[in-house]
Structure formats: structure tokens, C-alpha cells
């Protein structure tokens, strides 16, 4: 059966006090209605409809050409959000999953489960719903002594019995397609909040004859619709949970789990430790057997088997297998670095390749380069890259060194083999194997250094 999908994003979010649109919030690294998107998706929905309204050219831009779009240009109701599909969907044959872009914790195990239980009762809707020990705010989910599902109410429609009801409606729906753009037809907007409520199709569908369900997932954070700042802290701490828990399962150790943070598009290998306050972002991958931590910032970057990473930042960076990084060092965007290279404290890479082997071991910047094989960096060697208009480019050719404190003035280039004495600064290229010297010679001047004292002293009296 055919498998199509329509999320909610048309909602401003008055609540959330913001600029940013409400389902653009992210949860772990990810904005809500990206999550939506994605659990839809992988519940293996053909069609994915997106109902934008407020923010409609942010939400589109974020979620390019993963869906498709309808505006709803005036927010009158979940019925008439849904409504706004027919167009798209109207036509077709099979079952169509609602889901709201503000629930990022929905699971695309509980959308099989729902969808599962839909096809086995024959159901044209089928409810997720959740018992929740304070269901205020929530519509409730009303049923008959045999169980069956009667009617969704919202919470300001509910009579007194309705609201002691603990089982809510999530908002995630699984319903016929053809069933559910027919009933919308029939949805008034006779309610308390005069919207065209998408709960109204349930009891349109049981007056009609029709099967009516409900699939009650026992998570309830899959229900946690995000409406302020509270439900997306609340959001974000579940979301959390579980993603360090399903790290764990799958062979990960993070030491503290409660000190870690995780973004929800992060891989890692098994075997690999997380140590306390490390943060993993973006779409960043750790490959196996790895030490990362502690205090350790990683975004959007690829990690090698085997490489240990400690109190550093790296953004946009790849580190081979077997290298290690750290302590406080900083990988910034376009740093590339090979197997077994070793980048110590205090060093910063920018948009360098680094050769297998290579090693600069503490206090240089390294930026706008290319560094060959095993090539040894001293203390304090800088690459003087920028003019202060122009960037330009140093090359650092197989088994060179360079001593420390030497500056490297480019464009420029050391050979194979070269050697770079300590403290110089080069300007020119060093062919293969040549040894280059750029500083001034050394004086040395018998007891000058009392006279320079004297002088000294004899001008702070003055001026005392």
C-alpha cells in the first residue's frame, strides 16, 4: 500500500517569543520539522507534503527538495491545514500519515507500530495516542465501554468526565487517504476556537460506519508537542537520552552521559570512549576505537579508527586513522590531516592538508598550506599567510623540517628534505635538501650589559 506523509509547520509560535520560526527550533542540532521529515521518511512515505505557512521561505529553504509544498495562507485549524494537500494528495490511493512538525521525538518504530495496527484493523484512522499523568492541554481520546475509539475532544471542548480522560491524542495520525480528504469536507468550525479542527474527521469517520483506532505508544515524550522554551528544553533532554543510549547500545562508551552532547546526525564506531563535557555536532563521524574528551567540540567533521582528540575544537575537519589531536588544539574549516599525524597543544590548522606523519607538536598556526609526509614542525613556526588582502599558499614538500620559530612567508616553498633553521624567516623557496638560514647574525659585546643597565636605572631616577 502506497505510503504518503503530510507535516504541520504552518504555525508561528507565538509562545516560543522569537524570530526564528517555531518548527525551525532545533532539537540535538536539527530543527524540528527536520526531524519530522526524516521519521516520516524512513517509515518509507513516497510522498512527503510539507503545509508551510509563517516563515513558509525558511522552512522550504532548510528543507529544499525533501518535500513538497502547500502554503496555508491563513491558519484557521489542523483540518484546514491538511485540507490544503488535497490538490497533491487528494487522488491518490493508500494511507497518509499526519504528523506535526513541532513533535520531534516521534519514532519511526511507533510510526511502524501505528501503521501496522492501522492495516491490521482495516482502520480508516488510526490515533497515536499516549497516557499521560497531567494531560492538561491535550485533546483527549474518548472511548466506548468495548474500547473502540469514538471521538478526539480538545481540551477547551471538554466536560468535566472528558478531562479526568489520561489518554491523549499526540497530534500523529495514520489515515485512508481517500476517507480522509472526503470527511475533511464535512469538518465545520463550530468549536469554542472557531478552527477547523483535523480531530473532527474521527468522529465524521465512526458516524460513517467506519473503523476507528488507536495505537498507544508507552513513550510518552513521543507526545511532547514543542509550543515554548520549556517543551523544547524538555524536547532537547529526551532527545538527548536517547540518542547517548542508543550510542551506548551500539557499542559506544561515554563515560557520563548527562555531560555528553550528541547531535542527532552523528556516527560513531564501536569502541570508542566519549569522555565527559564533549559535544558532537552537526553531521559529524568518529570512527571506531577512538578517544574523544574531555572538553571537546566537534562539528561537521570525519574522524579516522583509532584517533584520540583531547580539550580541542575542530569544525568542518577530517583527522586520519591513528592521529591524535590535542590538547586545545584548533581544527578550523578545510583542515585536512592524514594517518598517524600528531597536532599538540596550542596549534591551529586552517584549511591545510596535513601528509601522513606529519607532526606539529605545540604553538604554530598552520594556515593555508599544503604539508607533505613525516614532515616535522617546530615550536612557534608560523605560516604568514595573509597580506592583508590576499591569501596565499605555503608548501611543505616530503621528510622537510622546520625549526621552531621560523616564519613562513608566502607563497612559498620548502623542498623535500629540506631543513629550516630555527628562528628564521623565510621569504624565498628552499629547494630539495638545501638548508636555509634567514636571521641575523648574533653579537655579542663584553660588559654591555651593565652599561644598558646603568642607563636604564640613571632614566627611571630622572623621571622618579
Known sequence: MKRMAVVLAAGQGKRMKSKLYKVLHPVCGKPMVGHAVDTVQRASCERTVVIVGHGADAVKSYLGDRAEYVLQEEQLGTGHAVKQAKALLGHEEGLTLIVCGDTPLVTEATLERL?????????????????????????????????SVQKIVEQKDCTAEEQAVQEINTGTYCFDNAKLFAALEQVTN???????????????????GDVVDAYCTADEAEAIGVNDRVALAEAEAFMRARINRNHMINGVTIIDPASTYIGADVTIGQDSVIYPGTMLRGKTVIGSDCVIGPQTDIEDSEIGDGVIIKHSVLSEAVVGNESGVGPFAYLRPGARVGQH??????????????????????????????VGKNVNIGCGAITVNYDGYNKSITEIEDDAFVGSNVNL???????????????????HNVAENELAIARER???????????????????????
Open 341 to 370: 599525524v600528531k597536532i599538540g597543544d596550542f596549534v591551529e590548522i586552517k584549511n591545510a592538508t596535513l601528509d601522513d606523519g606529519a607532526k606539529v607538536s605545540h604553538l604554530s598556526y598552520i594556515g593555508d598550506a599544503t
Open 115 to 147: 501503521i501496522a495496527l492501522h492495516e491490521e484493523k482495516g482502520a480508516a484512522a488510526t490515533i497515536l495516542s499516549a497516557n499521560m499523568a497531567d494531560p492538561t492541554g491535550y485533546g483527549r481520546v474518548i472511548r466506548g465501554v468495548d474500547g
Open 190 to 208: 463550530t468549536n469554542a476556537q472557531q478552527e477547523y479542527y483535523l480531530t473532527d474527521v474521527i468522529g465524521i469517520l465512526r458516524a460513517a
Open 409 to 427: 612567508i608566502a607563497p612559498v616553498k620548502v623542498g623535500k628534505g629540506a631543513y629550516v633553521v630555527a628562528g628564521s624567516t623565510i621569504t
Open 442 to 464: 648574533q653579537v655579542n659585546k663584553p660588559g654591555y650589559a651593565e652599561k644598558l643597565r646603568a642607563r636604564a636605572k640613571a632614566k627611571k631616577e630622572r623621571n622618579s
